[in-house]
């Protein structure tokens, strides 16, 4: 057994554990400790019997597993959840969105945005998410202030933004976002040039250069229509990816968001370079934007992860369904019913997240000495029993209401189902305050 302090903070004792690391483990009859913050032991019940601790978590019939990585989103598009569904994508955006964004946002619709999703997430068993949208000093308060794991890449798009008049001063506020708070253990900051058709050449330049010097991470939707690939074709006779590729923004660094298209070359440049994948199936079938081929990616040795995108095209932000949905998605597309196993689905939800935004030595996986970030799962209800494989009904039995206690850092966020948050009635209230002013501006463009 590994030494452990004279008293830990927290003994967890469910009936399960899923540590992802090892792959395809599930551990019963074994306990989890931790202490000031961190994973300090895995042990037996007997092992565990000997141990003092402050606090004593008994959850039977709950498996535990790794907090759950949210790798793409746009968290304050929360407020425009349901606002234009069953529409085209770039319907959605030009009629819809786009107009809605110019009109409404501001650092007050970010922080409630930001604040909404957050509470979503947490609720849900999600301890990180990854978030491209504006204001992310916003976003990033609050973030801190609900003490939730957070990436925040900062928009840099060539034409003007809320925040920034152009990409130079996206870029100038961004870098002084990441001096602030680059030495906080749970906020990192990233590049997000939006996509390919809406950056140029030369800021693309930029944040390569930028991105290689301070090591920091790329964010960016890629490949995720067909029609944005053949309109790269025509318009410049190359692929997205390829002209990424020449700029030499394909590196470990980089966040590929959806590639819903993937030729023989794209997937050899994915492999060759070390791109993480981030997988956003529901989006992308809600949108009609494309099919992500994760199963050859993953055969590929690509790093895939996982993201609900943002509320406004989803329309949530569980990643149970998220799960579900990209395995059955894997099936359905290959025909095969061994694709994207419950195991991999996992793996994908938290781990492949981890490793997508460079932050695995701490969290993805319950192992000694990473970060304790834990989503406990209620499994004792009716329609999961017969409980034969714990993450089986994980993946195709549960949503987000099954979680039962969330842990970021070792912090408790959601005990019983109840969100450990302030001022919940407040946030409830000017939500609906805001919907209705946002909706009835929609109609009166419709």
């Known amino acids: 057994m590994t030494s452990l302090p004279d008293r830990i903070d927290l003994l967890i004792l469910p009936s399960w554990i899923v540590p992802v690391i090892p792959r395809a483990t599930v551990l019963e009859n074994h306990a989890l400790a931790i202490d000031q ?30 907090g759950l990585i949210n790798a793409h989103g746009h968290a304050a598009m929360s407020l425009f959840r349901g606002l234009a569904d069953d529409l085209p994508l770039m319907t959605w955006l030009q009629e819809h969105i786009w107009p809605a964004e110019a009109r409404w946002v501001s650092e007050d619709f970010v922080r409630l945005g930001t604040r909404l999703a957050i509470a979503e997430m947490l609720r849900g068993g999600t301890t990180c998410f990854a978030d491209m949208y504006f204001y992310p000093d916003v ?8 003490g939730m794991r957070a990436q925040l890449a900062f ?3 060539d034409n003007p933004i809320p925040g920034a008049r152009d990409s130079t001063e996206a870029i100038s506020r961004g870098l002084k976002l990441r001096d602030e ?46 029609g944005e690939v053949s309109d790269a074709l025509k318009l410049a006779g190359q692929r997205p ?19 819903t298209q993937v030729n023989d070359e794209d997937l050899q440049l994915l492999v060759e370079n070390g791109v993480s994948v981030i997988h956003c199936p529901e989006s992308n079938m809600k949108l009609a934007s494309g099919i992500c081929p994760i199963q050859r990616l993953i055969e590929a040795g690509v790093n895939v992860a996982l993201g609900t995108d943002g509320a406004a095209s989803n329309n949530d932000l569980d990643m149970f369904g998220e799960m579900r949905t990209a395995s059955l998605l894997a099936k359905s597309s290959t025909g095969s019913p061994t694709a994207l196993s419950a195991h991999q689905a996992l793996h994908m939800a938290t781990l492949g997240g981890a490793q997508a935004l460079g932050i695995a030595s701490e969290t993805g996986s319950i192992e000694v000495g990473k970060m304790a970030d834990i989503t406990a799962v209620d499994l004792s209800g009716l329609v999961h029993q017969p409980v034969y494989h714990p993450v089986s009904q994980l993946l195709y039995t549960c949503n987000a209401n099954q979680v039962s206690h969330v842990w970021v850092a070792g912090r408790e966020k959601v005990r019983a189902g109840q969100l450990m948050l302030p001022d919940q009635d407040g946030l409830l209230e000017a939500v609906s305050q805001w919907s209705q002013q946002i909706l009835q501006r929609d109609e009166d463009n419709a």
């Open 181 to 226: 708070i680059r030495h906080n253990p749970l906020i990192s900051v990233a590049f997000g040039p939006h996509s390919p058709y809406t950056v140029g050449d030369a800021t693309l330049a930029n944040v390569r250069m930028l991105a290689d010097e301070l090591e920091m991470p790329v964010h960016m939707h890629v490949h995720e229509t067909a």
């Open 139 to 146: 976003a990033a308060d609050a973030a801190l202030e609900a």
């Open 37 to 66: 913050g961190r994973i300090v032991g895995i042990l037996t019940r007997s092992q565990a019997a000997h141990v003092q601790a402050r606090e004593v978590r008994e959850l039977p019939g709950q498996v535990v597993i790794p």
């Open 155 to 157: 928009p840099v798009i």
């Open 241 to 259: 990816l390829q002209r990424l590729h020449a700029l030499g923004l394909l590196t470990p660094r980089l966040q590929a968001v959806h590639m």
